[in-house]
């Protein structure tokens, strides 16, 4: 946690009042926007978790699709206990595995086929592959709370309909160093609008691309 | 070519045992695919007539003008919801010589989940090509450059080919933070014992006509197979026949860096005893080394540059040695694709040399040749494709079909290929 400066802006503090969304900005080392980095709310006592397991409307599915032989999107977030959906967008089967030892699955998906539906009982980073097409590679962040969020364009996650209470906030993104993922921060709502640097550059995220770019390869070797 | 009477004991073997694998597996889920390819070709030769037609020219085409099926591939796929997968991949030909459908791979195959460490085992068993073409990867072994392959592929079409079992490791470099991935293979094979027999009789070709695992293929008027020494050779090679019974193994290790870099190497021996000597078939002792770089040179352009080299060794059954030969081959091909066009162009070098003193039977051989291909992309699925090749060569065993020793052969490709 201390390694984070965490900046609190007044300014914001009409914003956060009481039914007002609650917006935190993440940003890179050189501060420029952290677009695609996740941020999510872990309730840190009983109270708050019973409000937060009392919210009306479930986050959407989480759907993730393999299309152009690429994971999209290349990262993915869902709350434990929820359906996640692999929909094959392309005309040829992908062999979607991931080793994670208490996530750990593997299955074919054939195009045109109907997606698959996995549910995963714990938080966990669980990283992907195609075992046919070996550049491929995905990430999927299970968290034990429905308020999470990808960072935009301009690296914020917007949290709508907070209810008070006491929170911890993590972000994950799976290109962060190691002293980022280890970050956490109290929270405690109604709150400023909070601003998050990283310590440490992300890592470039993979290409996804075969080297062979034809569309017509045969896959047997 | 010729037609030959199927090997019908092992093709019938090979497809129950695929058939049997699907009823055993009927409780998992299976998915099956097919993918496949139409070649239409319109070819223009200025040379001599096709090696394909029993003489010595290189193209695959006769002199003057022909239309052809250049390729029409199905690949079918079974996959099991376990490492299991079948592949079955037919090919048809129709030009001037023939019209012939039949297998050119058949295989299963097996690929285990890498382990955390990033280890994964694989192996392939059936009719399989060996790892050496880095051109040939596109549905039907055909390639995305061009429309013939270069000398050293087309050889590989021919004559190299096996019915055994390709033992896998590789090493993904992505669960331990590496930008690179290795591999080994390890291939113990049979039905590969005639191969060198083309190349020492007829030498280097450049061609897109891949032998199916039925067919014998014909042999050009070497002057010792009349009345000679060679007498009992069959008017047809068959490449992919069994004599002696000995395994023969192909080693092979790759590298890759990220999408930027493929590096192929091995080394190739069919093990052949060549004491052995039936229905017209001599064994042939035949033994390569390849190696192979396929990489990019920035985002649109690419390199790909392969290069063979090895000897094969044809003995009376009494083991007095008949023919002996060297033989290399390398390309340099170069590509540039740009939005629906791609531009192609590739160098070769070849030769053969015959380090044997058997009268009526001079196997020397050296080559050049160059081409330059371009392919349109209409639409997602048909591709246009012009093609300029050119051949120079110096054979001496030309003369046995009174065709002249120096010789410049030329050739004009249009094709229209639906991929799907």
């Given at each position: 946690?201390?390694?984070?400066?965490?900046?609190?802006f007044?300014?914001?503090?009409l914003?956060?009042?009481?039914?007002?969304a609650?917006?935190i900005?993440?940003q890179?080392?050189t501060?420029?926007?952290?677009?695609?980095v996740?941020?999510y709310?872990?309730?840190?006592?009983?109270?708050?978790?019973?409000?937060?397991?009392?919210?009306?409307?479930?986050?959407?599915?989480?759907?993730?699709?393999?299309?152009d032989?690429?994971?999209?999107?290349?990262l993915?977030?869902?709350?434990?206990?929820?359906?996640?959906?692999?929909a094959?967008?392309d005309?040829?089967?992908h062999?979607?595995?991931?080793?994670?030892?208490?996530?750990?699955?593997?299955f074919?998906?054939a195009?045109d086929?109907?997606?698959?539906?996995?549910?995963?009982?714990?938080?966990?980073?669980?990283?992907?592959?195609?075992?046919i097409?070996?550049?491929?590679?995905g990430?999927?962040?299970?968290?034990?709370?429905?308020l999470?969020?990808?960072a935009?364009?301009?690296?914020?996650v917007?949290?709508?309909?907070?209810?008070?209470?006491?929170?911890?906030?993590?972000?994950?993104?799976?290109?962060?160093?190691?002293?980022d993922?280890?970050f956490?921060?109290?929270?405690s709502y109604?709150?400023?609008d909070v601003?998050?640097?990283?310590?440490?550059?992300?890592q470039?995220?993979?290409?996804?691309?075969?080297?062979?770019?034809?569309?017509?390869?045969?896959a047997?070797? | 070519?010729?037609?030959?009477?199927?090997?019908?004991?092992t093709?019938?073997?090979?497809?129950?045992?695929?058939?049997?694998?699907?009823?055993?597996?009927?409780?998992y889920a299976?998915?099956?695919?097919?993918t496949g390819?139409?070649d239409l070709?319109?070819s223009?030769?200025?040379?001599?007539?096709?090696?394909?037609?029993?003489?010595?020219?290189?193209?695959?085409?006769?002199?003057?003008s022909n239309l052809?099926?250049?390729?029409?591939a199905?690949?079918?796929?079974?996959?099991?919801?376990?490492?299991?997968?079948?592949?079955?991949?037919?090919?048809?030909?129709?030009?001037?010589?023939?019209?012939?459908?039949?297998?050119?791979?058949?295989f299963?195959k097996?690929?285990d989940?890498?382990?955390p460490?990033?280890?994964?085992?694989?192996?392939?068993?059936?009719?399989?090509?060996p790892?050496?073409?880095l051109?040939?990867?596109?549905?039907?072994?055909?390639?995305?450059?061009?429309?013939?392959?270069?000398?050293l592929?087309?050889?590989?079409?021919?004559?190299?080919?096996?019915?055994?079992l390709?033992l896998?490791?590789?090493?993904?470099?992505?669960?331990?933070n590496k930008?690179?991935?290795?591999?080994?293979?390890a291939?113990?094979?049979?039905?590969?014992?005639?191969?060198?027999?083309?190349?020492?009789?007829?030498?280097?070709?450049q061609?897109?006509?891949?032998?199916?695992w039925?067919?014998?293929?014909?042999?050009?008027?070497?002057?010792?197979?009349?009345?000679n020494?060679?007498?009992h050779?069959?008017?047809?090679?068959?490449?992919?026949?069994e004599l002696?019974?000995?395994?023969?193994y192909?080693?092979?290790?790759?590298?890759?860096?990220?999408?930027?870099?493929k590096?192929n190497?091995?080394?190739?021996d069919?093990?052949?005893?060549?004491?052995?000597?039936?229905?017209?078939?001599y064994?042939?002792?035949t033994?390569f080394?390849?190696?192979?770089?396929n990489?990019?040179?920035g985002?649109?352009?690419?390199?790909?540059?392969?290069?063979?080299?090895?000897?094969?060794l044809m003995?009376?059954?009494r083991?007095?040695?008949?023919v002996e030969?060297d033989?290399?081959?390398?390309?340099?091909?170069?590509?540039?694709?740009?939005g629906?066009?791609?531009?192609?162009?590739?160098?070769?070098?070849?030769?053969?040399t015959?380090n044997?003193?058997?009268?009526?039977?001079?196997?020397n051989?050296?080559g050049k040749?160059?081409?330059?291909?371009?392919?349109?992309?209409?639409?997602?699925?048909?591709?246009?494709q012009?093609?300029?090749?050119?051949?120079?060569?110096?054979?001496?065993a030309?003369?046995?079909?009174?065709?002249p020793?120096?010789?410049i052969?030329?050739q004009w490709?249009?094709?229209?290929?639906?991929?799907?």
């Amino acid at each position: 946690m201390t390694a984070i400066k965490v900046i609190l802006f007044s300014a914001a503090l009409l914003c956060s009042l009481p039914g007002y969304a609650l917006t935190i900005t993440v940003q890179t080392v050189t501060g420029q926007p952290a677009q695609g980095v996740v941020a999510y709310l872990l309730p840190d006592d009983v109270q708050t978790r019973q409000k937060v397991n009392a919210l009306p409307a479930a986050p959407p599915l989480t759907t993730i699709s393999q299309k152009d032989k690429k994971f999209a999107p290349y990262l993915a977030v869902t709350q434990s206990h929820k359906d996640v959906i692999f929909a094959n967008q392309d005309n040829i089967t992908h062999h979607i595995y991931s080793l994670n030892g208490h996530s750990k699955f593997d299955f074919k998906i054939a195009k045109d086929a109907q997606g698959k539906t996995l549910r995963f009982e714990q938080a966990d980073e669980i990283a992907m592959g195609c075992n046919i097409h070996d550049w491929m590679a995905g990430h999927l962040l299970v968290v034990d709370t429905p308020l999470y969020g990808i960072a935009s364009k301009n690296g914020q996650v917007v949290f709508d309909s907070l209810p008070n209470g006491q929170y911890r906030l993590v972000v994950f993104h799976p290109q962060m160093g190691d002293v980022d993922k280890s970050f956490s921060q109290q929270l405690s709502y109604p709150a400023l609008d909070v601003t998050v640097t990283l310590q440490q550059a992300l890592q470039s995220l993979p290409t996804q691309e075969n080297m062979d770019d034809f569309d017509f390869l045969e896959a047997y070797d | 070519m010729n037609k030959k009477k199927y090997n019908k004991t092992t093709l019938l073997t090979l497809l129950s045992c695929l058939s049997l694998n699907a009823s055993i597996n009927s409780s998992y889920a299976v998915e099956q695919s097919v993918t496949g390819l139409i070649d239409l070709r319109y070819s223009y030769v200025d040379g001599i007539d096709s090696h394909l037609d029993g003489h010595y020219g290189k193209f695959r085409f006769d002199p003057h003008s022909n239309l052809a099926v250049g390729h029409a591939a199905i690949n079918y796929q079974v996959e099991f919801d376990n490492p299991l997968s079948i592949h079955a991949i037919a090919h048809a030909f129709v030009d001037e010589f023939d019209s012939e459908i039949g297998f050119e791979q058949a295989f299963i195959k097996y690929q285990d989940l890498p382990n955390p460490s990033g280890h994964r085992f694989s192996a392939r068993a059936g009719i399989m090509y060996p790892r050496i073409s880095l051109e040939n990867n596109a549905t039907g072994w055909t390639s995305p450059y061009t429309l013939s392959f270069s000398t050293l592929n087309s050889w590989i079409g021919e004559e190299v080919r096996y019915t055994g079992l390709e033992l896998n490791w590789d090493k993904l470099g992505k669960f331990d933070n590496k930008k690179y991935d290795i591999g080994l293979s390890a291939s113990f094979y049979k039905h590969n014992d005639t191969v060198g027999t083309l190349l020492s009789w007829r030498g280097w070709t450049q061609s897109s006509r891949q032998t199916l695992w039925h067919e014998r293929v014909e042999i050009p008027p070497v002057a010792a197979r009349f009345g000679n020494w060679l007498r009992h050779q069959a008017p047809n090679t068959d490449p992919f026949i069994e004599l002696d019974h000995r395994y023969g193994y192909d080693i092979n290790a790759r590298f890759s860096m990220a999408n930027k870099l493929k590096v192929n190497l091995g080394y190739y021996d069919n093990n052949a005893d060549t004491l052995v000597f039936k229905r017209g078939q001599y064994t042939w002792d035949t033994k390569f080394t390849y190696a192979g770089i396929n990489t990019k040179l920035g985002k649109s352009t690419r390199l790909i540059s392969q290069f063979l080299i090895g000897d094969t060794l044809m003995t009376s059954p009494r083991g007095r040695k008949v023919v002996e030969n060297d033989y290399q081959s390398g390309f340099v091909l170069l590509t540039h694709r740009r939005g629906k066009h791609q531009y192609t162009t590739r160098l070769e070098e070849f030769s053969v040399t015959d380090n044997d003193n058997m009268p009526l039977d001079n196997n020397n051989e050296y080559g050049k040749a160059w081409t330059l291909s371009y392919q349109y992309r209409l639409n997602y699925n048909w591709f246009l494709q012009g093609e300029y090749n050119w051949l120079q060569s110096n054979r001496p065993a030309r003369v046995y079909d009174n065709e002249p020793v120096d010789l410049i052969e030329r050739q004009w490709q249009l094709a229209a290929k639906y991929y799907w």
